[in-house]
């Protein structure tokens, strides 16, 4: 296996001035990492595609070849650099769109990484869930493994389950279906048949809700039902898929044929059973790019696991690993208490946290507030949210963010009477709602046939055309008052008249065509237009998302941790929950819990121990100790070779002669093209080299065993003067540095070095 490289760039000539780029990531060329103009002109050229990304971010673009694994922290930018990396792949001519597959976990996600790709000029790559990918191939490849028509799939399996229950005798209410269904799911993503999940489960240490062989019992039921409905559910897309590509290798190797390149988002949250199709789609080849943070690993419930995240390294030796810590997303005050959050954590994830940087200028420090009760938290929150939006915050850039979905209802309750408009994540997509169906239909009419409708008369520009058309499906000038079903519905056509202004003012001259096109491409990709409201979503469907403000209710013990959170496993889980809901802020965090469920209630609650030592008046946990990981660049070893990491690079190579980004291994060592001018000291070369045969000798080992030539070229070259310019040549590993360091410098200071023993 080749260690992965840097990607040669389009350059000038060795001995030609390097071309500068408009505005590099020092001096304002990144935008905020995760965000993007509204509606950007496509880079012009493969090189335009890398302007304006950080050295760390650059290397995930520009490192196409072999396994590359990127350790990306919450606000570094972590789309952004995929996405410009198969975009510059597929600008360079390097990758064939449609021989590239991304994968990630929603068809929120997945949208959004295609228009991101539509925007940077990749057209024609496969962006989808695991699912839908798995399902495409699926629907294709039935009739030539299987035969007859594939089964229907069904959208929700809790129905199937009560009737599976019922044929047992077996009594559920909702919540117990909801959770032997999700006992199911489980059993299906580990790959454990009915007859395993006792075991499987108490080796899980799953907290399961009902007796263990009777959920077995269940679990077989319910498959027995399947089968005889000639029905499937989305566990066995995958599932059949595998099944298929094990069983049929004409068929694996059709797949192969088609996609060369994989890169996989959120790879913290793969379960076994992804990460085994995701092994035979890429067969023997190693062009994978993962993408993933373990301290954002929440769904283990599901079956994900950042094991293969960790893992990853070990099984692919010859990886390049980078590491994205600069967080744009969030002021200084915010990625304190993030980074103090990981800080006491134990465990596995723990030992691999990122400690983030912050970009931005600073902001206001986290507020923490306790409360009575819980009514009068969620009242508080509401009437904070009123002064903000009072003051010019958009609603749509607050939200509150809760452990429980139970917990939502108290809090719409407060904004509405407190006359602030909510949306709950999680509902319908914006694309699938009846109202923004019914206005694309008459949207799409009156581009058609404009000419003769008399809504159009009086509207002179896009968005009066646009505001004109939704008239006639209730928008109006002033939103209804309340809250409810009227209301969510203004909200939606809102949010098509605020996407006409958007359009008009980065097109001036857009028609009404141009609207209902920039629709339709980005219902395609579920890219939706915001929505003014402020959000109300639980800390797990807020994961990837993002706002100016946001409010964390109810942190108190019993509801963060949750009370049913018992092993140090689970309540290790529970804190990256919380860092999750952290660091979806980018300037405002409040925080708050409540002595009381009810008013009038016992005061027995307490905070959460998880803000110990970081609120006001308190004192840390003992937690993790070692320091966070920090941001660069780690190149793998060839396979059979020590497995060692090298010397973090945070930068990529440059000739220091005429500024050519460097890809050869040998140039990166000389740091300079090879047919660039030297300057090296030939009699330090020579003394060098004398030297070096005296160590091996001693050592019983090869010359290149203590340095290749091409280490003492590049020393001969540098004549370091210290310790630190001499770890900064490549091939001078911490080890050689602390064995040889003192004689190279010695030597290169023109001392004579003696014959005592070197303490290796």
């Known amino acids: ?4 490289a840097f990607i040669r760039l389009s350059v000038p000539a060795c001995g030609q001035p390097a071309r500068q780029s408009r505005a590099t990531w020092q001096h304002g060329g990144v935008t905020a990492a995760t965000h993007s103009t509204l509606f950007p002109q496509a880079p012009d050229s493969a090189d335009a595609v890398l302007e304006g990304l950080d050295p760390e971010q650059r290397a995930v673009a520009t490192a196409l070849h072999g396994p590359v694994c990127v350790l990306a922290g ?3 930018g972590k789309t952004r650099a995929i996405t410009h990396r198969i975009a510059y792949g597929v600008r360079a001519g390097i990758l064939q769109p ?9 068809n929120r996600a997945a949208g959004e990484m295609r228009g991101r790709l539509r925007q940077l000029g990749a057209h024609g790559v496969q962006a989808r ?6 399902l495409r191939q699926l629907q294709y490849f039935w009739p030539k493994a299987i035969g007859g028509g594939m089964p229907r799939l069904i959208d929700r399996k809790i129905q199937l389950v009560a009737d599976a229950a019922a044929s047992l005798g077996t009594r559920l209410d909702r919540g117990e279906l909801r959770d032997v269904t999700a006992e199911i799911e489980w059993s299906k993503v580990t790959q454990t048949i009915p007859a395993d999940y006792p075991y499987a489960a108490a080796k899980a240490g799953r907290e399961v809700p009902r007796d263990p062989a009777e959920i077995a019992h269940l679990y077989a039921a319910y498959e027995d039902l399947k089968r005889d409905r000639a029905v499937i559910d989305f566990e066995d897309v995958l599932l059949l898929t595998v099944a298929i590509l094990q069983d049929r290798h004409d068929i694996a190797e059709q797949v192969r044929a088609q996609y060369q390149h994989f890169v996989v988002d959120e790879y913290q949250d793969v379960s076994p059973l992804q ?14 790019c993962v993408v993933g943070d373990a301290s954002q690993t929440i769904y283990s419930f599901t079956g994900a696991t950042p094991d293969h995240l960790l893992d990853f390294r070990t099984r692919h030796p010859g990886a390049t690993v980078v590491k994205l810590v600069r967080d744009y997303r969030s002021t200084p005050q915010v990625v304190h208490l993030a980074n103090g959050l990981l800080a006491q954590a134990r465990g596995r994830a723990a030992d691999h946290r990122l400690e983030l940087v912050s970009q931005r200028t600073p902001g206001p420090e986290p507020v923490y507030t306790e409360y009575t009760d819980e009514p009068a938290e969620a009242e508080g929150a509401a009437r904070r949210i009123r002064e903000l939006i009072d003051a010019g915050v958009p609603a749509a850039e607050i939200a509150v963010l809760f452990r429980t979905n139970a917990q939502s209802e108290t809090y719409e309750q407060a904004l509405a009477d407190a006359g602030v408009p909510y949306q709950l994540r999680g509902a319908e997509r914006f694309f699938d709602r009846p109202e923004v169906r019914k206005a694309g239909i008459a949207l799409r009419g009156a581009a058609r046939f404009g000419g003769n409708d008399s809504l159009l008369d009086d509207a002179v520009d896009l968005p009066s055309q646009v505001r004109a058309v939704l008239s006639g499906e209730g928008w109006t000038t002033e939103p209804p008052a309340g809250s409810g079903v009227v209301r969510e519905r203004w909200e939606s056509l809102a949010a098509l008249v605020n996407l006409a202004q958007d359009l008009a003012a980065a097109k001036p001259g857009a028609a009404l065509g141009d609207f209902v096109t920039e629709l339709d491409e980005r219902a395609n990709a579920q890219h939706a237009p915001t929505v003014q409201g402020v959000t109300l979503a639980s800390l797990h469907a807020a994961k990837g998302l993002e706002w100016d403000v946001v409010f ?3 942190i108190a013990e019993g509801m963060l941790p949750i009370t049913y959170a018992r092993t140090d496993e689970q309540i290790e889980e529970e804190r990256r929950l919380l860092y999750v809901g952290v660091t979806r802020a980018r300037e405002r965090l409040h925080v708050s819990w409540a002595l009381s469920r009810s008013p009038g209630g016992r005061p027995n609650r307490r905070p959460s121990r998880f803000l110990d030592g970081l609120r006001p008046g308190t004192t840390a946990t003992v937690g993790h100790t070692g320091g966070g990981g920090t941001g660069g660049v780690e190149r793998g070893t060839v396979a059979g070779t020590a497995t060692a990491p090298r010397r973090a690079q945070r930068t990529p190579a440059r000739c220091r002669v005429c500024g050519r980004t460097l890809t050869e291994a040998g140039e990166m060592k000389l740091m300079r093209c090879e047919d660039c001018p030297s300057d090296m000291d030939e009699g330090l070369y020579e003394r060098l080299r004398e030297w070096r045969a005296v160590q091996a000798e001693r050592s019983g080992q090869p010359d290149f065993c203590v340095f290749t030539d091409r280490t003492l070229m590049a020393i001969a070259e540098a004549r370091p003067e210290s310790s630190a310019e001499l770890s900064r040549i490549p091939g001078v590993l911490s080890r050689k540095l602390r064995s040889y360091g003192t004689d190279v410098l010695a030597i290169c200071a023109g001392h004579d070095v003696g014959d005592a023993d070197e303490d290796d």
């Not at 449609?98 to 929603?106: D, E």
């Not at 990460?275 to 994978?288: C, I, Y």
């Open 1 to 4: 296996m080749t260690p992965a």
């Open 74 to 76: 919450a606000g570094t």
């Open 98 to 106: 449609s021989s590239v597959l991304a994968v990630t976990f929603t």
């Open 129 to 134: 869930t695991f699912h839908s990918a798995a």
């Open 275 to 288: 990460q085994r199709l995701l092994e035979l789609w890429l067969g023997d080849r190693d062009n994978l």
């Open 552 to 554: 964390l209710a109810g």
